[in-house]
């Protein structure tokens, strides 16, 4: 499976989201799930499918999908 | 200054007076804006009087008391933009407190947890162990002061387990294994302090076992007066789950539902700091005149955080004592302060006491 592709999974599976609602528009705290609560287990999902620790101001940083993207390559070497 | 711009500065690094400075402008702006936006607010500062152009310190702005969010629904936000209501974790009998977050305070309660957090314990995520059982996150749009407590530190989580199941019962095997998992790692182990002494550390001497946790950073914090009933001080806490488990740092933090995401933690010398991003004041019983260092009185927490409900200046029902300010021998600038315990007649309202008169 691509990187992106499993990027989009864990969004899917911890949010009970279709890939069409994975645009700029999903941010924190915009869909229900995604509250503090599932902040924790999207962090822990994307951990554990590219087996990186992310550290505490990326966790706080990662406030949009979009976002997400661009920490996972610039700080953990995950292309997408 | 926004919050956002507050929270960019160091924990522990602003000065009594860079600090005085900022502190009377923001809390007078706070006041402004909820007077504006929470019409229950405005009534009771037209009540006595107050105008905040004509003040010129942040001691004088009124405070609530912290028990006026049990009696009122005290929100600065417009009804659809309540994001989550925390309560305080009353059982029944006991009214809750309940405090009205929108999504930009929610965030920043849990930002401003991970920057004090880090200063104690370093930016590192750990593996955790959680002194609690899974059901105290339930209701996801409706945390206790527990559940609340627990999620916030769990982001400094890499890995975590429970340490109790539903029925409160120690599950020593399981920590063992997840001790045997993550050996030779730096263990955070977080609970509220009657939890931590009740449930894991007298269940542990009880049953004989051991515990390897001789690497591990056990943070703890809400509410005394169960212990006091114990009679267990906070150093005979911090001493005996040393002994009994071999945990070198053994932290102590105090903080509020009503001011989440600003707690107080204990330094090396076994102080409380206030951080860059709320304060302590003293206040004699008397006539709620500010106490001098070392004098006994009521502490008032005065925060920048809560801007989606009137909560940035509250007096607490707790008794301490300033020790001093910029001065701590471990270095931190602020004030620094001790705990002497609930005020007499106060009703029990800790995060954990509430649980705790069960016992």
Redesign the interface.
Known sequence: MENLEKYDKAFMEVFELSKENLNEKLVYQSIQLWDSVGHMSLIAALEDTFNIMMEMDDIIDLSSYEKGKEILADKYGVSL | MTYEAVLQLEPYQVDRVSKKEMFTKELLRMTEFHIENCPQYARMMRAIGFNPALADNYESIPFLPVRLFKELELCSVQKEDV??IMTSSGTSGQQVSKIYLD?AT??NQ??TL?KIF?NIAG?M?MPMIIVDCPSV?KN?NMFSARGAGI??F?????KKIYALNDDMELQIDAIQKFLEEYKGEKVLLFGFTFMVWQHFYKALKQSGRRLELGNAILIHGGGWKKMVLEAVTPEAFNSALRDLCGIPQVVNYYGMVEQTGCIYIECEEGHLHASTYSDVIIRRGGDFSVATDGERGIIQVVSLLPWSYPGHSLLTEDEGVLLGEDNCPCGRKGKYFKVLGRLKNAEIRGCSDTYATKF
Do not use: E, N, P, V
């Open positions: 994001y989550k999504k929610a965030a849990q930002k991970a880090s930016g995520r996150l996801r999620l916030g769990s982001i400094f989580a890499r």
